[in-house]
């Protein structure tokens, strides 16, 4: 065998083993997004009723509380980008990063200061290689969240929501995170969580609002043991359902990208194949037709010089 | 007699859904029954057993840890952080927890643990 043809076969051998690897991550990935997927529609029902519930409070009373209402001169804000913990998913770390990165320009021209909570390995490398300050950081449940995880993101900037701004408190919560809007569509969002506009509050909320506008009033809610009482209970609640939200948005994002990322690589996998394949080919036909043409060289001139011995 | 419908859902499921007369809860200040064409109410639940009576008679005890309840247009929602199913617990796994809790004097994770044998034993 010629030596080109041991390099094409080496290559080829080379290629096939990453492809096995690359299609084995898309099928768990295609198979962890109906997953992910159920565990959003699972969800949404505590969410949707937990926004019609604050909504009925925020609009049947007239309590004011600090998660409902709007500093008048907000000066600092807090942030929580979502990324995976994980590689391998095309642009979906980087994508949710550079809109955080927008984000982060927009409020800062808006004259706020912007605090920084990550979560997600990718994201924190990204800031930690930057050397950006982070105020807090989660890993190692991208994948697959909890509502556990969800909380423990949730108690420190809940915490830093109701200090006052002057002692290191903040009077804003943005998120940023991958909304998952189909198989073949992931968009990075960044939403306002606090204080509260019932307007983006997701549908429960818009009806509301909308109700609101037609000037039915929602109906006069008791308050059980008082507006104030059910709103301190009702925010945090709000804030964990959110973030858990988001986190199975995100997750199911990721799954959906490291699925086509993979399809990708595999495709391009086959394809290196198919072509080695023609090059070894055409290498082994090379090596055959200089054979013959030795061969028949080396008859003709054995025969040459029978033919001047006679 | 007026029905009212009840959801119940926890943070990551769907728990009972279902037309129900009477729904007896915990609320911050005391036990709260409610029938239908109760006035609008939105209150904070306490970890206790709630109780609903199903229209065709039967009994539906679920244990919530946490949470609210509200309640208009004789539709009835449960939002619990974590809520189980009498029939779901498993009272063996629960007592155990009331030991555990109790020898690290855990009040939280001992109160949740008599609110899920309270509504196991009130199902048999």
């Known amino acids: 065998m010629g030596a080109q043809i041991r390099v094409y076969k080496r290559r080829i051998r080379s290629v096939s083993a990453t492809k096995k690897i690359t299609k084995a991550m898309e099928m768990i990935a295609a198979s962890r997004i109906v ?7 699972a969800s949404s029902p505590y969410a949707d009723e937990l926004t019609r519930a604050v909504t009925a409070v925020a609009t049947g009373s007239n309590t004011k509380h600090p998660l409902t209402t709007e500093a008048e001169n907000p000066t600092r804000a807090a942030l929580l980008l979502v990324t995976s913990d994980r590689g391998l998913a095309g642009g979906y770390s980087s994508n949710a990063i550079k ?41 190692g449940f991208s994948d697959s969240p909890q509502y556990a995880n969800a909380k423990a993101v949730a108690a420190p900037l809940i915490e830093a929501l109701t200090t006052d701004t002057a002692e290191g408190g903040v009077d804003e919560l943005h998120i940023v995170f991958t909304e998952f ?6 968009t990075p969002v960044g939403r306002r969580l606090l204080p509260l506009s019932l307007e983006d509050a997701g549908t429960a909320g818009e009806e509301a609002a909308a109700e609101r506008k037609k ?4 109906p006069l809610f008791e308050f ?5 009482g059910v709103l301190d209970a009702l925010l945090p609640r709000y804030v964990e359902s959110r973030i858990y939200n988001a986190l199975l948005q995100a997750a199911a994002s990721e799954h959906a990208a490291r699925r086509r990322a993979m399809k990708s690589a595999t495709d391009n996998a086959e394809d290196l194949i198919k072509s080695l394949t023609r090059l070894a080919n055409a290498a082994r036909q090379a090596d055959i037709t200089q054979e013959i043409s030795e061969i028949v060289g080396g008859a003709s001139a054995l025969a040459d010089a029978n033919a001047g011995s006679d | 007699m007026a029905d009212l419908h009840v959801e119940l859902v926890a943070a ?13 809860a915990r609320t911050m200040s005391g036990d709260i029954g409610i029938m239908a ?22 009994t539906v005890i679920v244990a919530v840890h946490g949470g609210f309840i509200s309640f208009a247009d004789n539709k009835l929602s449960i939002l619990a952080e974590i809520a189980e199913l009498a029939d779901e617990i498993d009272v063996d796994r629960a007592e155990r927890a009331l030991q555990a809790a109790k020898s690290e004097a855990d009040a939280g994770a001992e109160r949740r643990a008599e609110v899920r044998l309270a509504a196991a034993a009130g199902t048999h």
């Open chain 1, 215 to 218: 000037g039915e009033a929602l």
């Open chain 1, 35 to 41: 997953k992910a997927q159920r565990q959003v529609a």
């Open chain 1, 99 to 139: 809109a955080a990165d927008r984000l982060t320009e927009r409020l800062r021209a808006e004259g706020k200061e912007v605090l920084p909570y990550v979560i997600g390995r990718k994201g924190l490398a990204y800031y930690s290689f930057r050397d950006r300050d982070v105020v807090d950081s989660w890993t």
């Open chain 1, 181 to 186: 809007v189909s198989m073949m569509t992931q």
């Open chain 2, 12 to 24: 990551d499921r769907n728990v009972w859904s279902g037309e129900a007369t009477m729904v007896v």
């Open chain 2, 37 to 58: 064409n109760h006035e609008p109410l939105l209150g904070v639940l306490r970890s206790g057993p709630v109780t609903i009576r199903t229209n065709d008679g039967g």
């Open chain 1, 224 to 228: 059980e043991p008082s507006a104030e």
